[in-house]
Nanobody, 116 residues
């Protein structure tokens, strides 16, 4: 069974940095790509950044220039380096994996709180 475990969330002041990690296990050998989403309080889940099916990188406009996504060489751990954090970045951050054989899975989330 596919499992995603996020870590690295916490509380920081505006202007600070955090690095999120997402470790994947149980995936198939069919290929996969991973991405980050977030859900601010009282709103729906929104895309933050991710690798696409063709390997390209995409960022939401709201995080361009401040967040950097990366992955390890085995493509089973995803990172999100978040710099110049703003209060509006406060959200639960989720990792998602699309496994070409097993489907789509989500992690349990890690909370990021940015105070002004």
């Amino acid at each position: 069974q596919v499992r995603l475990v996020e870590s690295g969330g916490g509380s920081v002041q505006a202007g600070g940095s955090l690095r999120l990690s997402c470790a994947a296990s149980g995936y198939s050998g069919c290929g996969r790509y991973m991405s980050w989403y977030r859900q601010p309080p009282g709103t729906g889940r929104e895309f933050v950044s991710g690798f696409q099916n063709d390997g390209s990188l995409v960022y939401a406009d709201s995080v361009k220039g401040r967040f950097t996504i990366s992955q390890n060489s085995n493509k089973n751990t995803l990172y999100l380096q978040m710099n110049s954090l703003k209060p509006e970045d406060t959200a639960m951050y989720y990792c998602k994996i699309v496994d070409f054989c097993l489907g789509e899975y989500w992690g349990q989330g890690t909370q990021v709180t940015v105070s002004s």
